[in-house]
């Protein structure tokens, strides 16, 4: 396994603009989780998935954020009529389902928004 | 809620040099506490971790941490660093809880540690 894979490595934007991010966590890994990082601050959480089912969000995922794991599988993150605010690294990971199993990262999709 | 402060944003040392990594908690319940690895172009990796039990931690390649409770501290520690370990360091804590709330991490601002030559 290669670990948890993001795509693209990065994205230039206009404002305004609908983006869409991809995640591929570890094959056999149910939890699967969105960060986002901007620069000199730690990640901060935005949303979790268990298999399909998103169950938590965050206050920081407005209605213009719009995450989705069909399957169970594969996650994309969207966000709608993009701000130059939303520029950031956008992390993933994943772990598997017992509890206190660590979490993959990967390593990111960087949005820059003009 | 939980937050986490990470006292020192660039800490610059000399090889073979110790060196302490700060970090300082704050929750109204019991937490996780975890020590991530950030090394240039690479995703974060997890460090070491304190569940419960002991209150001093290893990693593999020789850092530890010691959860302090009173103090509300988990600082990372290492005798003698390398070139290697410039990397980008975060502290982050997730509430004892169980289930779903352990991966929902709550981190640092990161602190940037130079190992020079």
């Known amino acids: 396994d290669t670990g948890v894979s993001q795509n693209p490595r990065h994205k230039i934007t206009k404002r305004g603009q609908n983006v869409t991010f991809r995640c591929d966590p570890i094959s056999e890994h149910n939890r699967l989780y969105w960060y986002r990082q901007t620069l000199g601050q730690g990640p901060e959480f935005l949303t979790y998935f268990q298999n399909e089912a998103q169950l938590e969000k965050s206050r920081l995922l407005s209605d213009r954020f719009s995450a989705e794991r069909p399957k169970g599988s594969f996650s994309t993150l969207e966000i709608q009529r993009t701000e130059q605010g939303d520029s950031a690294m956008y992390l993933c990971?994943?772990?598997?389902?017992?509890?206190?199993?660590?979490?993959?990262f990967g390593s990111g999709t960087q949005l820059s928004v003009l | 809620a939980q937050s986490v402060t990470q006292l020192d944003s660039q800490v610059p040392v000399f090889e073979e040099a110790p060196v302490e990594l700060r970090c300082n908690y704050s929750s109204s319940v019991s937490v996780y506490l975890f020590w991530y690895v950030q090394y240039p172009n690479q995703g974060l990796q997890l460090l070491l971790k304190y569940l419960s039990g002991s209150t001093l931690v290893e990693s593999i390649n020789g850092f530890e941490a010691e959860f302090n409770k009173s103090q509300t501290s988990f600082h990372l520690r290492k005798p003698s660093v390398h070139i290697s370990d410039t990397a980008e360091y975060f502290c982050a804590v997730s509430k004892n809880a169980g289930g779903t709330s352990y991966g929902k991490l709550t981190f640092g601002q990161g602190t940037i540690l130079t190992v020079h030559p």
């Open positions: 990971a994943s772990s598997g389902d017992n509890l206190e199993e660590k979490l993959f």
